[in-house]
């Protein structure tokens, strides 16, 4: 669990986000840390407006149940506003495309010139961005998201398949 600072900007952000431990993939310490900084970047700069909900600030309870992502979104201080629940399967290609080529950067790193872990890197980083414009597209008509806060849950959503 982590918790953000109020803001000027509170009514638009996430205070507080949870990952649902029995919904995540057994995590290594690497994947763990990865949880960990997202959660953290997320906390700090954020733009998430459920539609209709009123104003923030919100708390996000992620978890993957039946192969379903749901989003439990709360005032600040626990009042469910309610839950979001997303189908896995628009995600299933791009989650996996995205992990084969982190796998290659990973070993470009250990390997490759640096020539080839800058193309591999910018592969990696617009894969990030196209699970993000799909996570933004899927979510318009419930949950108003920025650029960086959609790449940031995109990141968490992955960390529900990390192994």
Known sequence: MTEGNDTADAGTRIVKIELDERSLAPATADIEH???VAIYDLIQDNYFQPIGAGDGPFELYLSNVERR??????QQGGAALGQVHLSMTPFRKIIKDYFMLCESYYDAIRNAAPAQIETIDMARRAMHNEGSEILRERLADKIDLDM???RR???LICSFHMR
């Not at 992502?69 to 709360?74: I, Q, T």
């Open 34 to 36: 990865e949880r960990k």
């Open 69 to 74: 992502l749901v989003f439990d979104v709360r």
């Open 148 to 150: 960086n806060t959609a």
């Open 153 to 155: 849950l995109f990141t």
